[in-house]
């Protein structure tokens, strides 16, 4: 039973951080399928989508992950797994992540948020609120 709740209790995770993507930048995200099986990440623009701030999404590989409490131990866990997943697809890892009665945050690269440097390791990386993603992409995006 505790996988069903845990594929169940990510799902959920996934469709309530698509939701806000899509109240701050009108960005419909969907589940990527194959990425139980194939330990891919999570979300991606829907297909029939354009524009730049889609295309800013694209270059994105989106983990999500819920817990009780992220300590920094699992916080490091999840980035070597996003980051991983996103290489994999020749993308830039994107975690979001929130913990139980906390908001939505999003950790990136600071290569993407700033063009400072190359690196993918978390001590390279910046949390975001979704409300600084948000603007992030749309600069990204041109505006």
């Excluded at 694209?58 to 992950?65: D, F, P, S, T």
């Amino acid at each position: 039973m505790g996988a069903i709740n845990s594929r169940q209790k990510g799902a959920s995770s996934e469709r309530e951080f698509a939701g806000l993507i899509h109240d701050h930048l009108g960005v419909k995200l969907v589940r990527v399928l194959d990425q139980s099986r194939g330990g891919g990440f999570d979300l991606a623009p829907a297909p029939n989508q354009e524009g730049p701030v889609v295309d800013a999404m694209r270059g994105l590989a989106i983990e999500c992950k819920r817990y009780g409490n992220i300590t920094p131990h699992l916080m490091a866990r999840f980035w070597a797994q996003a980051a991983r997943q996103a290489e994999a697809a020749g993308l830039i890892p994107a975690l979001a992540w929130r913990a139980d009665r906390q908001p939505w945050k999003v950790t990136i690269p600071l290569s993407w948020l700033a063009g400072m440097g190359e690196s993918k390791e978390i001590e390279y990386a910046v949390t975001l609120s979704v409300e600084g993603f948000a603007l992030a992409v749309r600069e990204r995006a041109g505006g």
